[in-house]
Protein backbone atom coordinates (compact mmCIF):
# COMPACT_ATOMS: atom_id res chain seq x y z
CA UNK A 1 0.00 0.00 0.00
CA UNK A 2 0.91 3.72 -0.27
CA UNK A 3 -0.61 6.85 1.13
CA UNK A 4 0.30 9.82 -0.60
CA UNK A 5 0.83 13.20 0.64
CA UNK A 6 1.20 16.57 -1.11
CA UNK A 7 2.51 19.85 0.16
CA UNK A 8 3.58 22.88 -0.81
CA UNK A 9 0.94 24.59 -2.50
CA UNK A 10 -0.31 28.20 -1.10
CA UNK A 11 -0.92 31.58 -2.95
CA UNK A 12 1.43 33.35 -5.05
CA UNK A 13 1.68 35.79 -7.53
CA UNK A 14 1.93 35.91 -10.87
CA UNK A 15 5.31 35.05 -12.05
CA UNK A 16 6.15 33.46 -8.73
CA UNK A 17 6.95 29.98 -8.34
CA UNK A 18 6.32 27.26 -5.73
CA UNK A 19 7.74 23.93 -5.14
CA UNK A 20 5.07 21.02 -4.46
CA UNK A 21 6.18 18.12 -2.65
CA UNK A 22 4.63 14.29 -2.91
CA UNK A 23 5.85 11.94 0.27
CA UNK A 24 4.68 8.16 0.78
CA UNK A 25 4.28 6.43 3.64
CA UNK A 26 4.61 2.44 2.94
CA UNK A 27 5.96 1.08 -0.54
CA UNK A 28 8.80 3.00 -1.48
CA UNK A 29 7.99 5.77 -4.25
CA UNK A 30 11.28 4.82 -6.55
CA UNK A 31 9.19 1.37 -7.50
CA UNK A 32 6.74 3.38 -9.30
CA UNK A 33 5.44 5.59 -11.98
CA UNK A 34 4.51 9.61 -10.36
CA UNK A 35 2.24 11.89 -11.99
CA UNK A 36 0.92 15.79 -10.69
CA UNK A 37 -2.88 16.23 -11.84
CA UNK A 38 -5.07 19.22 -11.63
CA UNK A 39 -8.32 19.67 -11.72
CA UNK A 40 -10.52 23.01 -10.72
CA UNK A 41 -14.01 22.68 -9.12
CA UNK A 42 -16.49 21.64 -12.27
CA UNK A 43 -14.16 20.87 -14.63
CA UNK A 44 -11.99 17.79 -16.03
CA UNK A 45 -8.93 16.56 -14.34
CA UNK A 46 -5.83 17.55 -16.08
CA UNK A 47 -2.48 15.64 -16.20
CA UNK A 48 0.39 17.88 -15.42
CA UNK A 49 3.39 15.88 -15.43
CA UNK A 50 4.79 11.81 -14.52
CA UNK A 51 8.12 10.64 -14.09
CA UNK A 52 9.47 7.20 -14.88
CA UNK A 53 11.10 4.93 -12.38
CA UNK A 54 14.14 5.58 -14.50
CA UNK A 55 13.76 9.61 -14.06
CA UNK A 56 12.08 9.76 -17.77
CA UNK A 57 9.52 12.86 -17.71
CA UNK A 58 6.58 14.17 -19.62
CA UNK A 59 4.64 17.29 -19.51
CA UNK A 60 1.68 18.87 -20.71
CA UNK A 61 1.73 21.44 -23.01
CA UNK A 62 0.42 24.02 -20.61
CA UNK A 63 3.49 23.44 -18.55
CA UNK A 64 6.34 22.46 -20.38
CA UNK A 65 9.26 25.28 -19.91
CA UNK A 66 8.08 26.28 -16.59
CA UNK A 67 7.15 23.51 -14.92
CA UNK A 68 9.90 20.21 -13.54
CA UNK A 69 9.05 17.09 -11.94
CA UNK A 70 11.99 15.47 -9.94
CA UNK A 71 12.25 12.56 -7.59
CA UNK A 72 14.54 11.98 -4.42
CA UNK A 73 14.33 8.55 -3.66
CA UNK A 74 16.32 8.72 -0.70
CA UNK A 75 13.59 10.63 0.91
CA UNK A 76 10.71 8.90 -0.62
CA UNK A 77 9.42 12.32 -2.70
CA UNK A 78 8.80 13.71 -5.85
CA UNK A 79 8.92 17.18 -6.16
CA UNK A 80 6.90 19.42 -8.90
CA UNK A 81 9.03 22.83 -8.96
CA UNK A 82 6.47 25.66 -10.58
CA UNK A 83 8.16 28.66 -12.28
CA UNK A 84 6.52 31.53 -14.19
CA UNK A 85 3.11 30.71 -12.32
CA UNK A 86 -0.12 32.09 -13.94
CA UNK A 87 -3.49 32.66 -12.77
CA UNK A 88 -4.69 29.72 -14.98
CA UNK A 89 -2.76 27.57 -12.71
CA UNK A 90 -4.64 27.89 -10.36
CA UNK A 91 -6.73 24.44 -8.89
CA UNK A 92 -6.06 21.88 -6.37
CA UNK A 93 -2.90 19.57 -7.57
CA UNK A 94 -2.69 16.01 -6.52
CA UNK A 95 0.11 13.22 -7.08
CA UNK A 96 -0.63 9.85 -8.04
CA UNK A 97 1.81 7.01 -8.03
CA UNK A 98 1.16 3.67 -10.31
CA UNK A 99 2.57 1.55 -12.89
CA UNK A 100 4.60 -0.99 -10.27
CA UNK A 101 4.15 -3.99 -12.14
CA UNK A 102 4.31 -2.31 -15.85
CA UNK A 103 6.43 -2.41 -17.87
CA UNK A 104 6.25 0.87 -19.67
CA UNK A 105 4.38 3.77 -19.85
CA UNK A 106 2.01 3.67 -22.50
CA UNK A 107 -1.37 5.61 -21.04
CA UNK A 108 0.50 7.32 -17.78
CA UNK A 109 -1.05 10.61 -18.82
CA UNK A 110 -4.48 9.58 -17.84
CA UNK A 111 -5.79 9.33 -14.54
CA UNK A 112 -7.16 5.14 -14.53
CA UNK A 113 -3.57 4.50 -14.96
CA UNK A 114 -2.90 5.47 -11.41
CA UNK A 115 -3.12 3.19 -8.33
CA UNK A 116 -3.13 5.79 -5.31
CA UNK A 117 -3.98 9.24 -5.10
CA UNK A 118 -3.37 11.97 -2.39
CA UNK A 119 -5.52 14.24 -0.69
CA UNK A 120 -4.39 17.14 -3.31
CA UNK A 121 -2.74 20.92 -2.35
CA UNK A 122 -4.70 23.85 -3.81
CA UNK A 123 -2.17 26.75 -5.90
CA UNK A 124 -3.88 29.85 -6.13
CA UNK A 125 -1.84 32.12 -8.42
CA UNK A 126 -3.14 35.92 -8.13
CA UNK A 127 -2.92 38.45 -11.54
Known amino acids: QVQLVESGGGLVQAGGSLRLSCTSSGRALSSYAVAWFRQAPGKEREFVSA???????VYSESVKGRFTISRDNAKNTVYLQMNSLKPEDTTVYYC?????????????????????WGQGTQVTVSS
Open 96 to 116: AAGGRLRGGTSGWTTGPWYDY
Open 51 to 57: IWRDGSC
